[in-house]
């Protein structure tokens, strides 16, 4: 059955379909707004290249959005299509695997590790929400699937289309002012559909303790629960309580083995580390001073949930975190749940936010923007632009107009403006021009070059013996290289799971020379008898600073 298209969509598809029909390698953005159809054009355009007998790659960021995807796809393409995720058994992946080498799957659609699939001939390479950091493996190997797809459609060369409402700032620049992709751009959502109306809700005077819901969101809620439609609540903290502290003393309890605070979890009682696991009972006292007087803080997903069911005690509610999603079929069965219109909330971090399409969905709510906004790391204005963006777009994708309800401290946030009112080339215009002050991609490349040990003093020792063997290169052999040196420090969470962390940041550029650099002065600081029980990486590009 053809897919039926929109003028705006079926001019992206000419246009996709006559780079593919060059039998060149090409990269092409497809820049749509949230429900614009990009998918559709997707279809399209496998609907062509099968027809071609070549592979097709599909890849998603997340499991989560595996599960949707993988419906369409199964019922357009039935046994053609071969699936790729962490999620699988490793028999499952073997006989994934067998099925695309073997001939009898065209399409392999999954995560990452879907680029490589053992096709012989590729034609066509799609990565939809490009921008999303779940995309770089951050362990050994470190790779990033978008460079691993340039790479395989270069070699077979191939159409590589990238695609996102909210695009890197790399890739939109290469599509725009870089001029280096072809680009094609969706302006309308399809059919009858419109973007929602935003609301901005400034809780800066709200008392906490009261709950994280704001009368007008409270409202919103209870309008749509007696309309019996659905609604979707973000908030990106698991846990009940996202820290524990004295009020005698001010000390915060943190985990044993890493420099963070412990996460009280309602659901077995015990404080736990995100960052190693480690868990253990409430105390009765402050471990550091001894009195009781411990103060629980901060809105988890478990505590939202909790006040949620308080305020409507008849609504159905799905919780979607990492807590709640342990088992490798939770994700499909809850989703399909909701979709079937079983639940009429579903609160969750940032797995709720990206790519879903369900048409009862005529509200969404972020509890607390500005929990993404501030960090030290220079893509956390992107990443909560895109996150806010992709959050308010899952509102009013059916015959019903939506609407979302943005709760902040910061509402002047000029970042929050933009996102509510979908504005991705007005963020991108303000974003390019820091980006070029302070030398930041695309205008350079970032290397990072972490040092981990068990022993802060030798950690921070080999990471200034580094420094000085770099000063050394660059001043002699390497004078050629430009480069730009930040650090060495610690790293923002300095201690994980008892291992002490420090970073060198180098700004540089990604060539044959500083690449050869880069392995001698590794290979030496690897053999450095003083730095013997130091791990050093490099890690260039990375998605998340250490």
């Known amino acids: 059955r053809r897919v039926t298209l929109s003028e705006q969509q079926q001019l992206a598809f000419e246009n996709l379909y006559r780079l593919y029909s060059e039998d060149e390698f090409r990269i092409s953005l497809l820049f749509g707004v949230t429900g614009s159809g990009k998918t559709s054009v997707f279809l399209r355009l496998i609907d062509e290249v099968l027809d071609d007998g070549k592979g097709i790659i599909v890849m998603v960021p997340e499991i989560a959005l595996t599960s949707q995807t993988l419906g369409k796809f199964h019922e357009r393409y039935g046994s053609k299509v071969a699936v790729f995720h962490s999620g699988l058994s490793l028999a499952q992946r073997m006989d994934e695997w067998k099925r695309v080498r073997d001939g009898e799957a065209q399409i392999a659609l999954g995560t990452r590790s879907a680029i490589f699939a053992p096709f012989d001939r590729i034609g066509l390479v799609i990565i939809d929400e490009e921008q999303e950091y779940t995309y770089k493996s951050e362990n050994s190997p470190r790779f990033h699937a978008r460079d691993a797809a340039r790479f395989r459609c270069g070699y077979n060369r191939a159409l590589l289309v990238l695609a996102s409402a909210t695009p890197s700032i790399e890739t939109y620049y290469n599509a725009t002012d870089g001029g280096r992709y072809d680009y094609q751009v969706l302006t309308h959502r399809y059919g009858n559909a419109i973007l929602p109306d935003v609301e901005k809700i400034d809780i800066s005077q709200m008392d906490i303790k009261d709950g994280i ?51 009280y979890h309602s659901d077995n009682k015990r404080l736990m580390c995100h960052y190693c696991g480690y868990s253990m009972p409430v105390p009765a006292v402050c471990p550091s001073c001894g009195e009781p007087f411990l103060r629980f803080a901060g809105h988890g997903t478990q505590k939202a949930e909790e006040e949620l069911a308080r305020l409507f005690p008849e609504a159905r509610i799905l919780r979607m975190d990492a807590d709640s999603m342990t088992r490798r079929s939770s994700y499909d069965k809850k989703l399909g749940d909701f979709a079937a219109g079983l639940y009429d909330i579903m609160i969750g971090t940032q797995m709720v936010a990206k790519g879903f399409d369900f048409e009862r969905v005529t509200l969404v709510g972020v509890l607390l923007a500005d929990q993404a906004l501030y960090s030290d790391d220079f893509r956390s204005y992107e990443r909560a632009f895109s996150l806010l963006t992709q959050v308010v777009g899952r509102s009013g994708r059916g015959k019903s107009r939506g609407r979302a309800i943005i709760q902040t401290i910061t509402p002047e946030n000029p970042v929050i403006d933009m996102a509510a009112s979908q504005d991705y080339r007005k963020f991108y215009r303000n974003e390019i021009i820091l980006r070029k002050a302070m030398l930041y991609p695309p205008f350079a490349d970032l290397c990072m070059v972490g040092f981990v040990g068990s022993r802060d003093e030798e950690v921070s020792r080999a990471a200034g013996n580094f420094l000085e063997r770099l000063k050394y290169y660059t001043q002699r052999d390497y004078s050629d290289v430009p480069i730009r040196v930040l650090g060495p420090s610690p790293a923002s969470v300095k201690k994980v799971s008892g291992r002490y962390r420090y970073k060198i940041i180098l700004k540089c550029r990604n060539n044959a020379r500083f690449r050869e650099m880069m392995h001698l002065l590794l290979c030496e600081s690897g053999s450095d008898p003083q730095s013997k029980e130091v791990t050093t990486f490099a890690d260039l590009n990375p998605e998340n600073v250490l």
């Open 213 to 263: 819901i704001s009368p007008r969101l409270y409202q919103a809620l209870r309008d749509n629960l007696e309309s019996g439609r659905q609604s979707i609540l973000l908030n990106n903290r698991r846990g009940f309580n996202t820290f524990v502290s004295c009020r005698a003393c001010n000390e915060v309890i943190t985990c044993p083995n890493c420099s963070v605070s412990m996460t």
